[in-house]
């Protein structure tokens, strides 16, 4: 005689973190009433590295957390790698979905061949997590749509507008103007500005030109749309050398604008962005903790907004098997 067992099993949720942000990854556990798992990364002498996860991960749905930036003399590099190699750990360990969160994408810029004989390494780095083994990644205000495509699993695109939009309206009346930093990001700085209709807020976007051959240049040549006497507020993806935030930033001021704050998802600040916007006519440089800003870098017109709930929420809808665009009306897969 065959017997059948019935079993009702519990869906069980861990979060790990890698060594680049821990802080962001225990205040995004904090949000979901959960305790961040240990993850017990030993570093060997030549610089490799064993991930070995402090309890069982069986049949789990392990999230493993850890933005792409270069911190305590580790590059961008070591912490892809360093992530990859936990995903592959939790994938060994029978984990039944492994989710890599990556709250700042790395090589997100190389998307496309901008000239002959260039990688696509967004797609590269794509790549690699699914060989690790990872079946889905989350991340915030991607440097273009088009990456979600490079995954063969789903993709869960997140945004900080929502923290944003809060900052303004706590800070400013109306009268605001949205400026795009170039003509790429135009659509992003009108859906900020549709938010914030009932402040009236308008729209300008920054003629920009990239000398050929060159890397983290970019000129300021002219303002379309009506900025004089008005606050307007720059609104990026990233700031990284802050070239073009502050290039744009000059432009406005020339042209009438009575104040500029910079806005930004992701604040990288490598080279001489510390010193750039230092001695830029920006009042404000307001950034989310995506990627941690070291004390060496904190300007006092720098701001630091928290993602941790915006996370904490996708990662909860994940896990429940609920929508995550619903978190943002729609609005958060461009």
């Not at 009236?200 to 004089?228: H, L, M, Q, S, Y």
């Not at 915006?310 to 943002?328: G, Q």
Request: hydrophobic share 40%; aromatic share 6%.
């Amino acid at each position: 005689m065959n017997k059948t067992i019935d079993k009702v099993t519990t869906k069980r949720m861990a979060i790990y973190s890698g060594r680049t942000h821990p802080d962001l990854a225990t205040e995004v556990a904090e949000h979901l009433q959960v305790q961040l798992g240990e993850a017990n990364i030993v570093e060997f002498s030549n610089g490799e590295l064993r991930p070995r996860f402090g309890e069982s991960v069986r049949g789990g749905d392990v999230f493993v957390m850890q933005t792409h930036c270069g911190i305590d003399g580790r590059s961008v590099n070591d912490s892809i790698m360093e992530q990859l190699i936990m995903i592959d750990a939790a994938y060994r360990a029978s984990a039944k979905r492994v989710t890599a969160v990556c709250p700042f994408y790395g090589y997100a810029r190389q998307d496309r061949k901008a000239e002959g004989r260039e990688p696509i390494t967004a797609r590269l780095v794509a790549d690699m997590f699914a060989a690790a083994g990872s079946k889905r990644m989350v991340s915030i205000d991607l440097h273009s749509g088009q990456i979600q495509g490079f995954f063969s699993g789903p993709v869960d695109h997140l945004t900080a507008m929502p923290v944003l939009e809060k900052y303004v309206r706590s800070n400013v009346r109306d009268g605001v103007v949205i400026v795009s930093p170039d003509a790429g990001r135009v659509k992003v700085a009108e859906r900020f500005a549709q938010h914030l209709a009932d402040m009236n807020a308008d729209v300008a976007f920054i003629n920009k030109r990239r000398p050929k051959g060159t890397t983290n240049v970019a000129v300021a040549k002219e303002v379309i749309g009506e900025v004089e006497g008005k606050l307007c507020i720059l609104t990026d993806d990233m700031i990284d050398t802050g070239g073009t935030i502050v290039s744009a930033a000059e432009l406005l001021i020339e042209r009438g604008a009575r104040e500029v704050w910079a806005m930004a998802t992701h604040g990288v600040l490598s080279g001489p962005a510390i010193e750039r916007l230092a001695k830029a006519p920006i009042e404000r440089v307001v950034l989310t903790n995506t990627i941690p800003l070291p004390a060496d870098k904190r300007l006092p017109k720098i701001e630091v907004l928290s993602v941790a709930k915006i996370l904490a929420d996708a990662l909860s809808a994940v896990f429940d098997e609920t929508s995550v665009s619903d978190l943002f009306d729609g609005e958060n897969q461009s």
